[in-house]
């Protein structure tokens, strides 16, 4: 039987984990804040590939400061014609990577129904809840189309 100076020693062992390196390197030019849902909506939309806003969903966020200052954005996902996956875990690291306060979320329906599926609005929870708990607040999920946007916000959806 080992000693506990073996089974320490064992325990120790000659092992190390996977190094993970994170990177952040800020570089947008300096533009007024996000004070409110249409900020939101034309910043999200200058953004967007108005060639894929019909054929495909796609979903992005944007990370802001304290103020409301736009720090970081990343398109999340491209998905189908009716559906885009995000991974809720990959949206709260780039979060905490650049340091948010707080986000806004947004995908397109290409069919042009503004209407939040039921999958959207679980969505708009699941990423809520999950921000919150680390102190960033999901400021609104918007959802656009090629010719119209809604905020899940000012209808009481987040």
């Known amino acids: 039987m080992p000693t506990k100076k073996q089974r320490l020693a064992q325990l120790r062992g000659d092992w190390t984990a996977g190094e993970i390196h994170v990177t952040y390197k800020p570089g947008l030019k300096s533009r007024p804040p996000i004070t409110g849902t249409v900020e939101a909506y034309l910043f999200i939309s200058s953004l967007w590939d108005k060639e894929l806003i019909t054929p495909q969903e796609q979903m992005i966020a944007v990370f802001m400061n304290r103020t409301g200052q736009v720090i970081g954005y990343r398109l999340l996902n491209t ?48 990423v809520s809840d ?21 905020s899940m916000s000012s209808k009481g959806l987040l």
Do not use: Q, Y
Not at 90 to 109: D, E, G, K, R, T
Not at 133 to 150: G, K, R, T, V, Y
């Open 130 to 150: 999950a921000l919150t708990l680390i102190d960033i607040a999901l400021l609104d999920h918007l959802i656009i189309s090629s010719s119209n946007w809604l």
């Open 79 to 126: 998905g189908n014609i009716s559906h885009c996956e995000i991974d809720t875990r990959f949206l709260v690291s780039l979060a905490l990577h650049c340091m948010a306060s707080s986000v806004i979320i947004a995908h397109n329906h290409p069919s042009g129904n503004l209407t939040p599926s039921d999958a959207d609005i679980t969505l708009t929870k699941k």
